[in-house]
């Protein structure tokens, strides 16, 4: 977790709202109407910043200026379709041949010329586009047509692939996905959980006032919800809800949802914040639990590392309009805000959560630069996870907020894993450590949760939940300290 020096805070309060609007203003954002051409090029972009690895889908998707359900779909069919697409005789014609050397004579003797380099940077960046909008050609049937809301590199692609459209959408509608490849892209089974920032109520109301049926949980069909069973102010919609404001059968805004995984819902309520709790988050980004602690508490310090991350955490704190945080960059460890509350979701294994883990990992083997594009077409991608490296780190983490800070009375400690060695194990060890021992003890989380920690010979695990199919959910793991 390296030990440099924090850099200047990231304000996202009232002060940095008005730079934030304007920058959102510049891009469609998450709730963007529907399928826009911006979507075509920051798609592009998603999936060159992928194949140089960095960072995975969700994370460089929820960080575009596009619409989110649209770029993750078309993000993921792209990726799947890769391979084919490099291997089509159209991809090869758009891929240049290697500058051959010429000769020229001066003085009468001849001399050779050595080629001008290509520019392999500018070169991906059409690949890119060609392959977005073929796979968007395969799911609509068209290309895009509306030369007005085209920029002019998508004009410039269009161009080239509008001649073979025909062909290559009959090469495209040619292929048979695997089942292993299909998985990557068929819609999540698990339910679709919602905040309700309005009050469930409110959200209760603005649904059947749509036409939405009330169900016993889990809700399976479309247009049906239920309240969450064990969180409150959480909604659970079905499986195959779209999201979007202009896609028929997405929740109305007036209802005042916003979508959230259900074990990540649980960090901020597992707390029983109030507007008397200053909450640090201390690996914040995306942002999803920051925000949720914000609409309950006094005030959120969220705090990220990696730049970009925190770059993308503010952008997510401005639009959410969160008066109340206060973005910071700079290493967690290194940092000891005035708090009551802590909630710590260090970066992990993500092994409960296809979608991160293994996902990328499948699609990022399948994916690469063809060689003459500046990439090695061999290259292997997404290292074996440490699984020993992360838990050293996560500890460290978990024993900095236990003992840096002299006004915290509660600090939850959650991961997306579902190994032992990154849940319990850590929570236990740390227990025993100089500093923490006898001050600190675990508390029972949220007694009416099915689903309780492994035990492995260590009695407090059951205070401790776990999520996954059994509760409806991907793999999550929660575990809170108090202060004795």
């Not at 290309?143 to 085209?150: A, F, I, V, Y």
């Not at 294994?349 to 060689?371: F, M, V």
Request: charged residues 25%.
């Amino acid at each position: 977790m390296g030990g440099a020096a924090p850099k200047k805070p990231m304000k996202g309060g009232k002060n940095a709202k008005k730079g934030g609007a304007k920058g959102a203003a510049k891009g469609k954002g998450k709730g963007g109407k529907g399928k826009n051409t911006c979507d075509f090029e920051a798609c592009a972009l998603v999936i060159e910043k992928f194949l140089d690895r960095k960072g995975g889908v969700k994370p460089l998707v929820y960080g575009s200026d596009g619409n989110v359900p649209f770029l993750m779909a078309l993000t993921l069919h792209t990726l799947v379709y890769w391979p084919y697409l490099m291997e089509s005789p159209v991809f090869d014609m758009l891929e240049p041949a290697e500058p051959e050397a010429q000769t020229a004579e001066a003085d009468g003797e001849e001399m050779e010329v050595v080629p001008k380099a290509r520019d392999t940077a500018a070169m991906r960046k059409h690949l890119c586009m060609a392959a977005v909008l073929a796979v968007s050609l395969l799911r609509t049937g068209e290309l895009p047509h509306k030369r007005r809301r085209l920029g002019q590199s998508t004009r410039h692609v269009v161009a080239t692939l509008r001649p073979v459209a025909e062909p290559l959408l009959s090469a495209l509608q040619s292929i048979t996905l695997t089942e292993d490849e299909t998985a990557l892209i068929t819609p999540p089974t698990l339910p679709v959980t919602v905040r309700c920032t309005q009050g469930r109520q409110t959200a209760v109301e603005a649904l059947e006032k749509a036409g939405w049926k009330a169900v016993s949980y889990p809700p399976k069909q479309r247009m049906q919800f239920c309240p969450d069973p064990v969180l409150e102010g959480v909604l659970a919609l079905a499986a195959n809800t779209p999201w979007g404001k202009k896609m028929d059968g997405c929740p109305p805004p007036s209802a005042g949802l916003v979508a959230q995984s259900r074990g990540s819902c649980i960090p901020a309520l597992a707390l029983g914040l109030t507007k008397e709790d200053t909450v640090w988050d201390m690996c914040a980004a995306p942002g999803s639990k920051t925000i949720h602690a914000a609409a309950m508490a006094k005030k959120v310090i969220a705090s990220e590392r990696d730049s970009t991350r925190a770059a993308m955490l503010l952008k997510r704190v401005l639009t959410s309009n969160c008066a109340n945080v206060d973005v910071r960059e700079g290493d967690a460890l290194t940092l000891s805000p005035p708090c009551t509350c802590v909630i710590l979701d260090p970066s992990c294994s993500s092994s409960g959560t296809k979608a991160k883990g293994q996902r990328d990992a499948t699609l990022g083997a399948r994916a690469a630069w063809p060689r003459s594009y500046g990439r090695d077409r061999d290259i292997t991608s997404h290292k074996e996870v440490d699984v020993t490296a992360l838990a050293a780190a996560q500890t460290q983490l978990l024993h900095h907020a236990l003992t840096a800070l002299p006004k915290c009375t509660r600090v939850v400690y959650s991961t997306c894993s579902v190994n032992h060695a990154e849940n319990e194990a850590v929570v236990q060890g740390v227990l025993t450590q100089e500093g923490v021992r006898g001050v600190w003890e675990v508390a029972n989380v949220l007694p009416a949760w099915p689903q309780r920690g492994e035990s492995a010979g260590w009695a407090d695990a059951a205070k401790c939940i776990r999520a996954g199919p059994r509760t409806h959910s991907e793999g999550f793991f929660v575990s809170m300290l108090v202060r004795k």
